[in-house]
């Protein structure tokens, strides 16, 4: 049975909290219903990744990585557009994230038109 995502949450992971709280900020200002975490951990203990239509998440935070994230909901077969955002990433860590299925990759900072054209793309994925 597949079940259909009621709602259509954007979830951003990063242990930054005026990361967090600027893209919170940004997405709800512009419509998109948004909840913010602060590490990869606290998102899967919430349970959203179910309810969650795309997936903002920094690369290196302390704990699980963006990237250890992006395995891990793989394996589980939960399929959310990520959308990877770093001050630290390079052109390695960049196709290790597109290779696994994340749907851009930006480094910080970044132009918010670019981050919230590809919030909408992967919300219509």
Do not use: W, Y
Not at 2 to 22: E, G
Not at 39 to 56: D, N, V, Y
């Amino acid at each position: 049975m597949i079940t259909q995502r009621k709602t259509k949450l954007v979830a951003i992971v990063d242990d930054d909290d005026s990361m967090r709280n600027a893209l919170d900020g940004l997405l709800k200002a512009v419509g998109f219903p948004a909840q913010a975490f602060a590490s990869a951990e606290e998102f899967l203990k919430s349970g959203q990744q179910h309810q969650t239509s795309c997936l903002i998440a920094d690369i290196r935070m302390p704990g699980m990585s963006g990237l250890e994230l992006q395995a891990k909901l793989n394996a589980e077969r939960c399929k959310i557009p990520i959308i990877f955002i770093t001050a630290h990433g390079d052109e390695k860590m960049r196709m290790q994230a597109l290779r696994a299925g994340a749907v851009e990759f930006l480094s910080k900072p970044f132009d918010e038109e670019i981050l919230l054209e590809s919030v909408r793309a992967a919300m219509e994925s």
